[in-house]
Structure formats: C-alpha cells, structure tokens
C-alpha cells in the first residue's frame, strides 16, 4: 500500500528556513500529483503546496508563494518542501499527501487519497 513519511520539521525562528521531506513508498511516482498540507491548531487543513505527476507543474498558496518551493526526486521516491523566509504564522503539522494525476490543480484536502503522520513546524522567536 501505499506509505508516505514525512520528516525535517522542528523549531525554527522567523526568518529562518526548513526542508521537510516526504518519502514515498508503494505507488509509481509517474502517476500521482503531490501535495504539502499544512493544520494550526483550531484551523482547518489547507494545501499549501502541490505538483503534478508528470511535467512538474506547482500551485501554491498565496501566503506561501515566493518563499516556498515544492520539489520531487523519482529517482529516490522523494517529495521536498523548501521553506524560506519563515512566519509565526507558518506553524502547524504538515503532511505529505499522493493524489490522482490532476489533484495537483486543486490542491484541497478531498482530491488527495494518501497522507503521512505529519511533522510539526513551529517558528518562534
């Protein structure tokens, strides 16, 4: 089945950056869109970053866009999430999810089938 494990979160201070990393297991990298999912406490979760299955197309979210960027390794089964410029307001759990070849264009919580555990993200000074 299909096995999605995130890791690279942590504490950081605003202005800092983070990698998280998302390994995949279980599926063709080929045929799934990617996404990175971010849920603060009291809030509902929101897409923050997807990619499509094939030629790497991105959406991201306005709050995020310039200062985040989505990546995918086939060759490792790996998905990435490069954070830069981090805001208090960037914290929560992020989670690592697989979708359907179009989930990417969407990039909401119900097109995307598969998720990890989450690793949490905390910027504070």
């Known amino acids: 089945q299909v096995q999605l494990v995130e890791s690279g979160g942590g504490l950081v201070q605003p202005g800092g950056s983070l990698r998280l990393s998302c390994a995949t297991s279980g599926l063709v990298m080929n045929f799934y869109s990617f996404g990175w999912f971010r849920q603060a406490p009291g809030k509902e979760r929101e897409g923050v970053s997807c990619?499509?299955?094939?030629?790497?197309?991105?959406y991201y979210s306005d709050s995020v866009k310039g200062r985040f960027t989505i990546s995918r390794d086939k060759a490792k089964n790996m998905v990435y999430l490069q954070m830069n410029s981090l805001k208090p307001e960037d914290t929560g759990v992020y989670y690592c999810a697989s979708g359907g070849p179009s989930s990417w264009s969407v990039c909401a919580r119900p097109v995307f089938a598969s998720w990890g555990q989450g690793t949490q993200v905390t910027v504070s000074s």
């Open positions: 990619i499509s299955e094939s030629n790497g197309n991105t």
